[in-house]
T-cell receptor, first 116, second 115 residues
């Protein structure tokens, strides 16, 4: 079974600064996706960034980037130029392929607070 | 983009009654949908996998007779909490994949309060 571990229950960062959220996972699979989801107070799950395991290049989406270390099974999220709107719960998630037959497994989450 | 709509967003019911939550894929067909439960300040825990045209697959420890799942069409899955009790109060979220190699699209979630 796949497990996802987020060891930082809470993090805080000053506005405009950079913060890194950690995530490790355990799997014997070779074909999978990794995700970071944001859950603001509205509780709507919002996809932040996605990484395909077969790609060596780290995914980036504007201010969000990941450091994907497949051998180490590590998948951290870096948020640059933090904004107040980034305040939310962040979940790391693992998905074995093909998705239709497999669900998404989530870490415990990291509560990020961006301070003005 | 793909949208998954979940209804209702909030519901309050009395102990002993049943509550139905709907999850619809609005612009794509979903043969599989997933139902999660989220306790306050905790992560999403998979409850069951809803399969169109066949029985749902439940995770260990989830009572299939309490949490009835029906995937009646390629765009609709329903979760019915039967004989609800206060301990069933929680946030329930559904998700649906648009294809075989894509991320999940999540509904808005339903906050259930049993009084």
């Amino acid at each position: 079974a796949q497990t996802v571990t987020q060891s930082q229950p809470e993090m805080s960062v000053q506005e405009a600064e950079t913060v890194t959220l950690s995530c490790t996972y355990d799997t014997s699979e070779n074909n999978y996706y990794l995700f970071w989801y944001k859950q603001p107070p509205s509780r709507q799950m919002i996809l932040v960034i996605r990484q395909e395991a077969y790609k060596q290049q780290n995914a980036t989406e504007n201010r969000f980037s990941v450091n994907f270390q497949k051998a180490a099974k590590s998948f951290s999220l870096k948020i640059s130029d933090s904004q107040l709107g980034d305040t939310a719960m962040y979940f790391c998630a693992f998905m074995k392929l093909p998705y239709n037959n497999n669900d998404m497994r989530f870490g415990a989450g990291t509560r990020l607070t961006v301070k003005p | 983009g793909a949208v998954v709509s979940q209804h209702p967003s909030r519901v309050i019911c009395k102990s002993g009654t049943s509550v139905k939550i709907e999850c619809r894929s609005l612009d794509f067909q979903a043969t599989t949908m997933f139902w999660y439960r989220q306790f306050p300040k905790q992560s999403l825990m998979l409850m069951a996998t809803s399969n169109e045209g066949s029985k749902a697959t439940y995770e260990q420890g989830v009572e299939k007779d309490k949490f009835l799942i029906n995937h009646a069409s390629l765009t609709l899955s329903t979760l019915t909490v039967t004989s609800a009790h206060p301990e069933d109060s929680s946030f329930y979220i559904c998700s649906a994949p648009m294809g075989t190699n894509t991320e999940a699209f999540f509904g808005q979630g339903t906050r259930l309060t049993v009084v």
